[in-house]
Structures are given as structure tokens and as C-alpha cells.
T-cell receptor, first 114, second 112 residues
């Protein structure tokens, strides 16, 4: 069985400072891991994905995540937050080759202060 | 491509009424997923289809919920009869043989 835990329900940063959103996963197989972003009243958009290639994954809007198997983590980072980054972020796991549906974390709401 | 299309975007109905949500996946995608999002339970997978065939409906909460996919370009999620606790945002997503799911904008359902 697969699961994902987002360690923070809310994160608040100042504009221009680094962002760290934490995610730990559990999977019986080699997982595929994703980060999705959801802006208010919008659908979900894929930020980045890990599918057993490079462990450091770069996504859109300057975000990146590092897959650490030894720590079962897939934390999302960005060097400098922008006001437009304020949104809900979901860490997602899919087992095996990706045939299965996705299991979503509970989400982290990112606030960016001016 | 227009992306995943869902209709209606907002639905307000009274308890006991039938509600039908619609989804048009991205052309060429052979997987279709229905999710429900609430404050209490977050995002939950309700059911998914592969090549129009339901594969896993274990997330469907009750017999009041049913989903169909009569062809590769259309799916419905029906709730009959609806109840206030069904109020949520319902998302449809589709994907091809890769890993990424593409989500529609969602349908916000309010049952009074």
C-alpha cells in the first residue's frame, strides 16, 4: 500500500525568501512522486514529477524537489518565493509503473507575506 | 487541446434531487478519474476507468453514486438522491499511458 504525509498543513514565508514544503512517502514498490499546486477555486496543476530518473527534479515556476530514498522524502523547494506562489500544494504518490491512481497528501497551504 | 472539460462548473440543488456531473477527457487519454475534494477529507479518488471500463470503484461512497463512461470522450458521475453531505468539489482527470494526470477545473456542488 502507498501513502504520503505532508508534514505541515500551513507554511508562511516572506516574499523573496526560500520555500520548503515537506513530504514523506510510503510505498511497497518503486514509487512515482509528484507535486501538484492548486490555486484558489482552480483545478490542480502538475508542478513536477519523479519517475525513477534523476533524483533532483526541476519543475515549473522555479520549483524543484529531491527524491531521497533513504529518508523516504520528496521535499519541494524554491529559492525565492513570489506572491503568486500562494496556493495549496499536494504531494502525490503512485506505485509501480504508474498504472494505478494517485494517492494525495492532505495538502500544505503556502502563504506568502509581502 | 482544450484540456479536461467539466460541466457544470457550479451546481446548486435541493436534497433528494438527482445530480449529474459531466466530463470530457483529453482526446487520446485512455484513463479517466473522478475525485471529490472536501475540507474534511481532502482529495479522494471515487472511481477510475481504463478504456471506458471501470477498474476501481472502491472509493464510491454509497450506492447513491454511480459513474459511467459510454465512450472515450464522455463520462458522467450521478448522485441520486443527493444529500447535503455530498456538497464538495468534484474533479475529473485524465491521462494517457504516462504518469501525469490532467485535471479539469472541477464542479462545485452544493446540496441544500
Amino acid at each position: 500500500a502507498q501513502s504520503v504525509t505532508q508534514l505541515d498543513s500551513h507554511v508562511s514565508v516572506s516574499e523573496g525568501t526560500p520555500v520548503l514544503l515537506r513530504c514523506n512517502y510510503s510505498s511497497s514498490y518503486s514509487p512515482s512522486l509528484f507535486w501538484y499546486v492548486q490555486h484558489p477555486n482552480k483545478g490542480l496543476q502538475l508542478l513536477l514529477k519523479y519517475t525513477s530518473a534523476a533524483t533532483l527534479v526541476k519543475g515549473i515556476n522555479g520549483f524543484e524537489a529531491e527524491f531521497k530514498k533513504s529518508e523516504t522524502s520528496f521535499h519541494l523547494t524554491k529559492p525565492s518565493a513570489h506572491m503568486s506562489d500562494a496556493a495549496e500544494y499536494f504531494c502525490v504518490v503512485s506505485e509501480g509503473t504508474g498504472r494505478r491512481a494517485l494517492t494525495f497528501g492532505s495538502g500544505t497551504r503556502l502563504q506568502v507575506q509581502p | 487541446d482544450a484540456g479536461v472539460i467539466q460541466s457544470p462548473r457550479h451546481e446548486v440543488t435541493e436534497m433528494g434531487q438527482e445530480v449529474t456531473l459531466r466530463c470530457k477527457p483529453i482526446s487520446g487519454h485512455d484513463y479517466l478519474f473522478w475525485y471529490r475534494q472536501t475540507m474534511m477529507r481532502g482529495l479522494e479518488l471515487l472511481i477510475y476507468f481504463n478504456n471506458n471500463v471501470p477498474i476501481d470503484d472502491s472509493g464510491m461512497p454509497e450506492d447513491r453514486f454511480s459513474a459511467k463512461m459510454p465512450n472515450a470522450s464522455f463520462s458522467t458521475l450521478k448522485i441520486q438522491p443527493s444529500e447535503p453531505r455530498d456538497s464538495a468539489v468534484y474533479f475529473c482527470a485524465s491521462r494517457d499511458r504516462g504518469y501525469e494526470q490532467y485535471f479539469g477545473p472541477g464542479t462545485r456542488l452544493t446540496v441544500t
